[in-house]
């Protein structure tokens, strides 16, 4: 099997990619090559940096917002904007707090400090992207370049903290919405009741949703999650572990993208020395990953920026190309 084949299309369906790994494995590199190949092959293709550090604006040598920006045809891509994320978010509260009267409000407000505090807005508008594009399928294919591991962990949690988040709020309104019924007659201020009945269906139809992301993010033939590695220990055994907590979550991790990896023609005696150690480093990638397809990317001469050279690594991922080692 092409490492290409591991991407699964239903029509009219968006297909959810993940790509994810230790900080500085080359992940946006992968994620801007990957949805550039993809937009080449005819797919209306969408790239989503999560990670605070944005580097797609680099890769693609183009300006990216907060909002869908075109990159080329077939190719768009967001760089999530945390400060325009938790506005958006606080503007959500405000208006849960205004169509609610009567609800736990010290919950809200104290949802509201959570989501103010880094890191975890960042997990929050990734999450807020996933459920807007969800639902849509105006993409073909959508790329997450996530945060470190860590990061995108946090991410993957978030159906069921959110889900069980919306299930207090429900169970509150449900039983504010009981007492207002109980004392209407005698205390007419306590609100309208179909303005009432209207904010727990707003609520039902949010957990509704939670709960179909959750499902689509457990579909392995919906959304996947491919791993940038690098051969060095700490990037192994940090894979290692994302893939066993991938699994809890139920997320497919079906594919192994090695990274610069050094040329087996060593002109130097420093570069022979770091092939030798990358040869054991690799046998263990493929012991640990086994059941995983493993692609490699060799160590590149420059710096992996522009349409050309994003085009030549996806190509040596996904399409025809041989991979000429680059020297150093």
């Known amino acids: 099997m092409a490492f290409k084949d591991l991407f699964k299309f239903n029509k009219g369906k968006t297909t959810f990619v993940f790509i994810g790994g230790k900080g500085g494995v080359g992940k946006t590199t992968v994620s801007a090559a990957t949805a550039l190949w993809f937009a080449r092959q005819g797919k209306k293709t969408l790239v989503i940096s999560t990670d605070p550090a944005h580097s797609l604006s680099d890769s693609y040598e183009k300006n990216i917002g907060h909002n869908p920006t075109p990159i080329a045809e077939n190719l768009e891509a967001v760089e999530i904007d945390p400060e325009i994320a938790m506005q958006e978010y606080q503007a959500q509260m405000e208006q849960q707090k205004a169509m609610n009267p009567g609800m736990d409000m010290g919950m809200l407000q104290d949802q509201m400090d959570m989501a103010s505090m880094a890191p975890g807005i960042d997990e929050t508008a990734a999450f807020d992207k996933f459920m807007q594009y969800m639902t849509t399928d105006e993409y073909d294919i959508v790329v997450f370049d996530t945060a470190p591991t860590g990061h995108t962990l946090r991410l993957l949690s978030f159906p069921e903290m959110m889900d069980s988040w919306v299930g207090k709020m429900i169970k509150i309104r449900r039983q504010v919405g009981s007492m207002a019924k109980a004392f209407k007659n005698i205390m007419p201020f306590m609100g309208d009741e179909e303005e009432e009945d209207r904010a727990l269906e707003d609520m039902e139809e949010t957990k509704k949703r939670i709960r179909e992301a959750r499902g689509v993010m457990a579909d392995p033939e919906r959304t996947s999650f491919k791993m940038v590695v690098i051969p060095e220990e700490m990037s192994i055994y940090e894979s290692e572990r994302a893939m066993e907590a991938l699994a809890k979550y139920n997320m497919t991790a079906d594919g192994v993208i090695v990274n610069q990896i050094q040329p087996e023609e060593a002109d130097?005696?420093?570069?022979?020395?770091?092939?030798?150690?990358?040869?054991?480093?690799?046998?263990?990638?493929?012991?640990?990953?086994?059941?995983?397809?493993?692609?490699?990317?060799?160590?590149?001469?420059?710096?992996?920026?522009?349409m050309d050279k994003l085009t030549y690594i996806g190509e040596i991922l996904y399409g025809e190309a041989e991979a000429s080692p680059a020297s150093n």
């Open 268 to 306: 130097c005696e420093f570069c022979a020395a770091r092939r030798k150690i990358q040869e054991q480093r690799l046998k263990t990638i493929n012991q640990k990953f086994g059941n995983q397809l493993i692609a490699q990317i060799p160590l590149q001469a420059e710096e992996v920026k522009g």
